[in-house]
């Protein structure tokens, strides 16, 4: 059996990072929920892969993120039409770019960072293990 993998972040502002996250990557919503004993939050994905992304706000008491240059979601993107595609939309739904603290990240993709300093690496490649 294969496990299914959620990473959970805390965030300021739910509603800017869900729209930032399906417009930039092309993630969907697989579920949210509201109140729930004082924290609402998404889950975002692409349905049937064996991942999901959790943002969540704490109304009571707001989580400071703070990621730290190293805290990465790497994508590999092999094809270089459809890797230029995902950049352009990330820049386009509020990422910035930036230099990964690591400099292998900026040898073959890009590192864009959200207004909470999360960042993500888009890189041009075939991830296989070694």
């Not at 349905?47 to 969540?56: D, K, N, V």
């Not at 890797?83 to 864009?112: H, I």
Request: hydrophobic residues 35%; glycine residues 8%; contains cysteine.
């Amino acid at each position: 059996m294969t496990p299914h993998l959620r990473i959970a972040r805390p965030v300021t502002d739910l509603a800017t990072t869900r729209r930032m996250y399906t417009d930039g990557l092309g993630l969907e919503v697989l579920g949210e929920f509201e109140n729930h004993e004082g924290f609402d939050g998404v889950m975002l994905g692409i349905p049937g892969a064996g991942y999901h992304l959790e943002f969540t706000c704490y109304r009571a008491y707001p989580v400071k993120p703070c990621p730290t240059d190293e805290d990465l979601i790497v994508l590999y993107l092999p094809d270089a039409i459809e890797w230029k595609a995902a950049c352009d939309r990330m820049l386009s739904a509020g990422f910035k770019q930036v230099s990964a603290f690591n400099p292998y990240w900026d040898e073959r993709g890009c590192t864009f960072e959200d207004p909470d300093g999360y960042k993500t690496v888009l890189e041009q490649a075939r991830w296989s293990p070694r």
